[in-house]
């Protein structure tokens, strides 16, 4: 049964920081590239920050560039995503993907996600 628990979020003031986490099982995780994204209500859905299956390249939205890292342990199956110098903007509900393409197919895995709010 595939899983991807994200935790971490809350409640924080403009300035502050967050450190997200999500654990994965169920797949092998250290084949799939991995992502975060987020969605603030009334909004679509986008991309905050990915990173390859080895961990050896990352992305990152224009906007979160310079304050979010993302990073992974695949010895322990998780991804992480290190959010800095939050803006009320960064407010949203922050979702863990999994991503594969291979000769069977694409294969996408989602988490429930987590709420982060940043507010004073």
């Known amino acids: 049964q595939v899983q991807l628990v994200e935790s971490g979020g809350g409640l924080v003031q403009p300035g502050g920081s967050l450190r997200l986490s999500c654990a994965a099982s169920?797949?092998?995780?250290?084949?799939?590239?991995m992502s975060w994204y987020r969605q603030a209500p009334g909004k679509e859905r986008e991309l905050v920050a990915a990173?390859?299956?080895?961990?050896?390249?990352?992305n990152y939205a224009d906007s979160v560039k310079g304050r979010f890292t993302i990073s992974r342990d695949n010895a322990k199956n998780t991804v992480y995503l290190q959010m800095s110098s939050l803006k009320p903007e960064d407010t949203a509900a922050y979702y863990c993907n999994a991503h594969r393409s291979s000769w069977r197919g694409e294969f996408d895995y989602w988490g429930q996600g987590t709420q982060v709010t940043v507010s004073s």
């Open positions: 169920g797949f092998t995780f250290s084949s799939y590239a």
């Open positions: 990173i390859t299956s080895a961990g050896v390249s990352t």
